[in-house]
């Protein structure tokens, strides 16, 4: 890798609502190099709000963009990218950036894979609902398994809440990650991803939140969701 202190690009084909709540956070903020997407959207006008450089790298084919962008990582000495791009990478950026590409997944993988995690998951009528960070590999939603949360699944609750829930999970998944690697705390071995120091003492979120934002960070539409105790907050 590049440097001592690693760096983030986002990448996205969404319209940016994780990267918008979480560029809130110091942890975030300091981390992050830029964004980047294959076309103008409200993702790159959030990034440029919160004072991120937003950059288009614009391409026909999937193929075409993931050169584009292998080209940009490897300028900017960029360390990890945080992807919310809803096509697969090629083999190329795929091999080349093996074990730093992180996907933010709406379910808890393998079940649910695709598009629509969230969706599937409700639809199926599964008791548990959850988010997966994985390190993509050579199959799509098929990764290496970082961190995953968990959300009982409440007919009597509104989609909405569920659903919500499901978004403030993924904002603390990606603020706790990334600042697991800025403490160079991520060993990868095979299929297997250890967080050095890890703890694993609350049911919603394993390994535990230790991040003091990650934990804090709280639902704007229904405030009284609540993080499970027991976790140990850090910086």
């Not at 202190?5 to 992050?32: H, I, K, N, W, Y």
């Not at 830029?34 to 084919?61: D, N, Q, Y």
């Not at 079940?111 to 009528?125: L, Q, R």
């Not at 704007?220 to 140990?232: I, L």
């Amino acid at each position: 890798m590049a440097s001592l202190q690693p760096s983030f690009v986002f990448v996205l084909s969404t319209t940016g609502s994780v990267m918008q709540r979480v560029l809130d956070t110091e942890t975030v903020r300091r981390a992050v190099h830029s964004a980047v997407a294959v076309a103008e959207g409200p993702a790159l006008v959030h990034a440029r709000a919160h004072g991120v450089p937003a950059v288009v790298l614009p391409a026909r084919t999937n193929e075409l963009f993931c050169q584009s962008l292998l080209d940009y990582v490897r300028k900017h000495e960029i360390d990890y990218i945080l992807s919310f791009y809803t096509q697969f990478y090629t083999d190329e950026i795929r091999q080349a950036l093996r074990d730093r590409i992180i996907n933010f997944h709406p379910s808890l993988l393998p079940a649910f894979k695709g598009m629509d995690g969230f969706g599937d998951g409700i639809d199926y009528f599964t008791k548990i609902i959850g988010t997966t960070v994985e390190l993509i590999k050579d199959v799509m939603d098929e990764g290496k398994i970082v961190m995953q949360t968990a959300c009982p699944v409440d007919r009597d609750v509104p989609l909405e809440e569920m659903r919500d829930r499901i978004f403030v999970q993924q904002c603390k998944t990606l603020i706790q990650v990334v600042d697991w690697l800025m403490q160079d705390r991520m060993r990868v071995e095979g299929d297997l991803v250890k967080i050095r120091g890890a703890r694993f003492t609350t049911p919603e979120f394993t390994p535990a939140l230790e991040n003091r934002e990650a934990i804090a960070l709280q639902s704007r539409m229904f405030p009284r969701q609540t993080v499970a105790a027991g976790e140990k907050t850090t910086a």
